[in-house]
């Protein structure tokens, strides 16, 4: 697939850009996609969640009724779970929700994820771009010249570009990454995927690593 590449101000240069059709042109295998979707998703979660059980809970011992002739059930403890204050059945514990995936398994769902992307018309490749200064509104004003300022964006850089993620970060719907840290999710998240011109080089190879 070729594309072209476009400038600041929204409007097509001379050059071209060719997609490589290994990893713009797959067929879509869509549980690669769920499985690394998960696993970032996973990733996410910080895992401290906690809940007193009975064995855990302050308070006394002592039998609070008699064994027989109250009409209702016996009680042993006002820890149990039955009663307002007592311990919890069975309540989460603190634990890591991560798990392994293979290197290949998470590039082929990156590449499926970009084929849809190039399949859908998703995709637009920028003149590399260097900020002198964050400016927020300069970020702005180079989403509205590519015609994408209310889409969800996906803005990817070939190296860390410590000045234009710093004009994007106070944008919702904006965001910016290297090509090395580019992952399933974000690419499937955004409506538009920005690539910057030395980004595509840049993911070709690391996928032909």
């Given at each position: 697939?070729?594309?072209?590449?476009?400038n600041?101000?929204g409007?097509?240069?001379?050059?071209?850009?060719?997609?490589?059709?290994?990893?713009?042109?797959?067929?879509?295998?869509?549980?690669?996609?769920?499985?690394?979707?998960?696993?970032?998703?996973?990733?996410?979660?910080q895992?401290?969640?906690?809940?007193?059980?009975?064995?855990?809970?302050?308070?006394?011992?002592?039998?609070?009724?008699?064994?027989?002739?109250?009409?209702?059930?016996?009680?042993?403890?006002?820890?149990?779970?039955?009663?307002?204050?007592?311990?919890?059945?069975?309540?989460?514990?603190?634990?890591?929700?991560?798990?392994?995936?293979?290197?290949?398994?998470?590039?082929?769902?990156?590449?499926?994820?970009?084929?849809?992307?190039?399949?859908?018309?998703q995709?637009?490749?920028?003149?590399?771009?260097?900020?002198?200064?964050p400016?927020?509104?300069?970020?702005?004003?180079?989403?509205?010249?590519?015609?994408?300022?209310?889409?969800?964006?996906?803005?990817?850089?070939?190296?860390?570009?410590?000045?234009?993620?710093?004009?994007?970060?106070?944008?919702?719907?904006?965001?910016?990454?290297?090509?090395?840290?580019?992952?399933?999710?974000?690419?499937?998240?955004?409506?538009?995927?920005?690539?910057?011109?030395?980004?595509?080089?840049?993911?070709?190879?690391?996928?032909?690593a």
């Open positions: 697939m070729e594309l072209a590449v476009y600041k101000e409007k097509a240069t001379a050059k071209k850009v060719t997609l490589a059709d290994s990893i713009f042109g797959l067929e879509p295998n869509e549980h690669a996609v769920y499985l690394d979707v998960k696993l970032y998703l996973a990733n996410q979660r895992g401290t969640h906690k809940a007193k059980e009975r064995g855990e809970i302050t308070g006394s011992t002592k039998k609070i009724k008699k064994q027989k002739g109250t009409g209702t059930a016996r009680a042993g403890s006002i820890k149990n779970p039955l009663f307002r204050g007592g311990g919890r059945v069975f309540g989460p514990r603190p634990r890591n929700y991560s798990f392994k995936l293979n290197k290949k398994l998470r590039k082929l769902a990156r590449a499926t994820a970009l084929s849809h992307k190039a399949t859908e018309n995709i637009t490749v920028l003149e590399d771009q260097k900020f002198d200064a400016k927020t509104s300069e970020f702005v004003s180079l989403l509205e010249n590519l015609k994408v300022s209310d889409k969800k964006t996906l803005f990817v850089v070939a190296n860390e570009e410590r000045n234009v993620y710093l004009s994007s970060r106070n944008l919702k719907k904006s965001k910016v990454v290297s090509a090395d840290k580019l992952n399933t999710f974000d690419i499937l998240n955004a409506d538009a995927l920005i690539l910057a011109e030395g980004a595509v080089e840049k993911i070709e190879n690391l996928f032909n």
